[in-house]
């Protein structure tokens, strides 16, 4: 029961911090989820076998080792990834489509990845993990309403941006 308590301590304590430390590092909210499982997966193991004298400072060393291979490893994921005409849905997208729709959403987050670090921030913790803008603005050391606000401007870029995407379009077809 004491390796409980003792991870849960450590857990508390620094699960804020390295998810601010990682969201800014990785691209897609599931991937920040899984990489927050895997190092508090390993630490749990390391704490069954002995006491960590910091912590803090032992959870942000595995977060960086597990950076470094899941960087190693993407490319590698990505090449052995199932083609596209595996991936079709039951309504019979086509593969151009789904093509189409996985580069809209690449340009949006590229898009999103360009609004300063804490517009990013919040944005990537209220839609990507769905955390509340209360919690948000605690991780974040902002006031509520700031959080609000950000998200508000991000959101108006984004449809900015797509009106303009659509208007390019418009005009494509029009010629």
Request: no cysteine.
């Amino acid at each position: 029961m004491e390796q409980h308590e003792a991870f849960n301590r450590v857990y508390d304590a620094t699960r804020d911090a390295l998810l601010r430390w990682l969201i800014p590092r990785v691209r897609s909210s599931a991937d920040v989820e899984d990489l927050m499982q895997e190092i508090y997966k390993r630490l749990y193991r390391k704490m069954s076998g002995f006491g960590i004298r910091e912590p803090e400072k032992y959870v942000f060393g595995i977060a960086k080792k597990e950076l470094a291979k899941f960087y190693r490893h993407k490319a590698m994921r990505e090449t052995y990834e199932a083609p596209i005409t595996d991936q079709l849905t039951d309504e019979g997208e086509e593969p151009e489509d789904i093509v189409l729709d996985r580069e809209a959403e690449r340009e949006l987050w590229d898009l999103i990845k360009t609004e300063p670090l804490l517009s990013y921030q919040a944005f990537t913790l209220y839609y990507g993990l769905s955390v509340p803008t209360d919690e948000i603005a605690k991780e974040l050391n902002l006031s509520e309403d700031a959080v609000r606000k950000r998200l508000s401007r991000t959101r108006a870029r984004i449809r900015a941006y797509l009106s303009e995407q659509n208007r390019s379009e418009t005009e494509q077809k029009g010629v």
